[in-house]
């Protein structure tokens, strides 16, 4: 018995010695399975509709709905884990499909009775953005936004924990947002305890590594959207998603305007 105990201890440690080579190579090709990013939870890959704008994608920009959205629409402009706009954005738009625009805009409506409303960072997202946020987190010598978004973490394993092939965003029913608060002196921002996209666990909605205060006023943002049909994303405080999704098989590439 000593024996096989001694064989099998060893082939245990040989196999996970493997195991961990094997993912070490899978990071460098590129190849990670997004398992913790919010496209895991798509099945299968998306088909990519070849809509060229948002009304024939059947979507509408935010606006339409709600003349003075607050909008920072980060990936038009350099304000972002890229440090440039991203390939897919000519404008800073928030386009969602029309069922999905309308909830937000009720939520938009619940809130501001209490001093708040949406602070929106992005929207529908163009294949060609995730495409180019893929070619970015596999340009290791690109390290400029390190500091503001991931200064815990080694950029290498961005690509499958924070950063996935495909995105939900490309479907249109996907949001990232956060809450202002009205003031005498303007609008300000509600403090969430970490920036939007900020790679780092202090970013999961439950955080405990965060103010009591910060944790009431992401659970404030969470209630608001769920009476709407929007789900959380628990490792991102910021990112919804309508449910069902109006086209959960069909991602789209027209750009954002
Ligand atoms: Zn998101």
Same mark, same amino acid.
């Given at each position: 018995?000593?024996?096989?105990?001694?064989?099998?201890?060893?082939?245990?440690?040989?196999? !996970?010695?493997?195991?961990?080579?094997?993912?070490?190579?899978?990071?460098? /090709? @590129?190849?990670?399975?997004?398992?913790?990013?919010?496209?895991?939870?798509?099945?299968?890959?998306?088909?990519?509709?070849?809509?060229?704008?948002?009304?024939?994608? &059947?979507?509408?920009?935010?606006? !339409?709905?709600?003349?003075?959205?607050?909008?920072?629409?980060? *990936?038009? @402009? !350099?304000?972002?884990?890229?440090?440039?706009?991203?390939?897919?954005?000519?404008?800073?738009?928030? *386009?969602?499909?029309?069922?999905?625009?309308?909830?937000?805009?009720?939520?938009?409506?619940?809130?501001?009775?209490?001093?708040?409303?949406?602070? /929106?960072? $992005?929207?529908?997202?163009?294949?060609?953005?995730?495409?180019?946020?893929?070619?970015?987190? #596999?340009?290791?010598? $690109?390290?400029?936004?390190?500091?503001?978004?991931?200064?815990?973490?080694?950029?290498?394993?961005?690509?499958?924990?924070?950063?996935?092939?495909?995105?939900?965003?490309?479907? #249109?029913?996907?949001?990232?947002?956060?809450?202002?608060? !009205?003031?005498?002196? &303007?609008?300000?921002?509600? =403090?969430? #305890?970490?920036?939007? $996209?900020?790679?780092?666990?202090?970013?999961?909605?439950?955080?405990?590594?965060?103010?009591? %205060?910060?944790?009431?006023?992401?659970?404030?943002?969470?209630?608001?959207?769920?009476?709407?049909?929007?789900?959380? *994303?628990?490792?991102?405080?910021?990112?919804?998603?309508?449910?069902? =999704?109006?086209?959960? %098989?069909?991602?789209?590439?027209?750009?954002?305007?």
């Amino acid at each position: 018995m000593p024996i096989s105990a001694t064989t099998s201890k060893t082939w245990r440690s040989r196999a !996970s010695a493997i195991a961990v080579e094997a993912c070490a190579l899978l990071v460098l /090709i @590129g190849c990670v399975a997004a398992v913790r990013s919010p496209d895991a939870q798509t099945p299968a890959a998306p088909q990519v509709s070849n809509a060229a704008d948002a009304a024939s994608a &059947g979507m509408v920009e935010i606006r !339409s709905l709600v003349a003075d959205m607050s909008m920072d629409i980060r *990936y038009a @402009g !350099s304000d972002n884990f890229v440090g440039r706009p991203v390939d897919g954005y000519r404008g800073a738009g928030c *386009y969602l499909h029309r069922n999905v625009a309308q909830a937000l805009a009720r939520v938009e409506r619940e809130l501001r009775p209490q001093g708040l409303r949406l602070h /929106i960072y $992005d929207c529908y997202r163009p294949v060609r953005a995730v495409r180019d946020f893929v070619r970015w987190a #596999g340009d290791l010598s $690109d390290q400029k936004t390190k500091a503001r978004y991931y200064p815990a973490l080694d950029k290498r394993v961005l690509l499958g924990d924070y950063i996935s092939p495909t995105s939900g965003h490309s479907r #249109g029913a996907t949001v990232d947002l956060g809450l202002m608060e !009205s003031h005498a002196g &303007g609008d300000r921002i509600v =403090e969430m #305890g970490t920036g939007f $996209d900020y790679f780092d666990k202090r970013a999961h909605t439950d955080s405990p590594d965060i103010t009591a %205060a910060q944790r009431a006023n992401r659970q404030r943002l969470r209630a608001a959207m769920q009476r709407e049909g929007f789900e959380n *994303y628990p490792l991102e405080w910021w990112h919804y998603t309508y449910k069902p =999704e109006p086209t959960p %098989a069909t991602a789209f590439d027209f750009p954002v305007e």
